[in-house]
């Protein structure tokens, strides 16, 4: 995903409208040099085709929030990866908390969307982490998470978004973090490119990216603003 090892930033929008225009939200993007970073927008699925059409011309690429584990058929509602490459998209964010809370997703589920994703030549973004009642036991969680089956690992990206920490401003420590990074990088593969999430914004991004091992940052909440996701992609070391 992107080149070399530059920091990767990936801001999901989740169902949210970013403020402002979006034209404008692209234009203070493009004030400064966030080509320092591979920087990802994840916006809902009907801006996708808006948000490709800039990408094309700018320096971000565009992930999808989720998708469907078949490629077509009888499945009102859903979007396959075949769509999303047609379409320009460059990867998707799996598994994430908020679709295995409310969606009811599991890792078999995942396991299979993580398979489809990479045979249409996409990125999955893979959400991993634990809920605020399984914090004394992460690393179960984690391996149980991480555990893959027919799925390629050094095609995916890891983003570790402890459940308790997102959209609450409590951000998990850096020694935590460091070690489950650490712990994720022994249970997957020693290159795999490993993100860090949960209540990230422009004030803490820079001591989390210094962090060893974190390689990049999902960005929630504080990526809806164009001056705080600049200010993000700006703490890059
Ligand atoms: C997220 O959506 O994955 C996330 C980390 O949200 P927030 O940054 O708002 O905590």
Redesign the pocket.
């Given at each position: 995903m992107g080149a070399g090892q530059q920091k990767i930033i990936?801001a999901?929008w989740?169902m949210n409208k970013p403020d402002g225009a979006l034209e404008e939200f692209f234009q203070t993007l493009d004030q400064e040099q966030t080509e320092l970073v591979d920087l990802y927008l994840a916006p809902a699925f009907t801006m996708l085709p808006t948000v490709c059409a800039a990408a094309n011309m700018r320096k971000f690429k565009v992930l999808a929030q989720n998708v469907h584990h078949q490629l077509q058929g009888a499945y009102t509602g859903e979007v396959s990866s075949l769509m999303l490459r047609e379409l320009g998209v460059a990867g998707a964010?799996i598994g994430?908390?908020?679709r295995r809370i409310h969606c009811h997703e599991d890792d078999e589920l995942i396991n299979a969307k993580l398979q489809t994703c990479i045979q249409q030549g996409l990125t999955p973004v893979l959400?991993v982490g634990e809920t605020a009642a399984q914090r004394a036991d992460f690393r179960a969680v984690l391996r149980q998470q991480t555990t893959l089956s027919g799925v390629d690992i050094s095609k995916v990206v890891f983003?570790y978004?402890p459940v308790w920490?997102?959209?609450?401003?409590d951000t998990a420590s850096d020694e935590h973090i460091h070690a489950v990074h650490a712990y994720l990088r022994s249970i997957t593969a020693t290159t795999a490119r490993i993100l860090y999430?949960?209540?990230?914004?422009a004030n803490n991004a820079r001591s989390l990216l210094n962090i060893a091992g974190v390689d990049g940052l999902?960005?929630?909440?504080?990526?809806l603003v164009a001056a705080s996701l600049l200010a993000i992609c700006r703490a890059t070391p």
């Open positions: 990936i999901n989740k964010i994430h908390s908020e959400c983003a978004e920490a997102i959209g609450t401003g999430g949960g209540s990230v914004n999902l960005v929630g909440g504080a990526s």
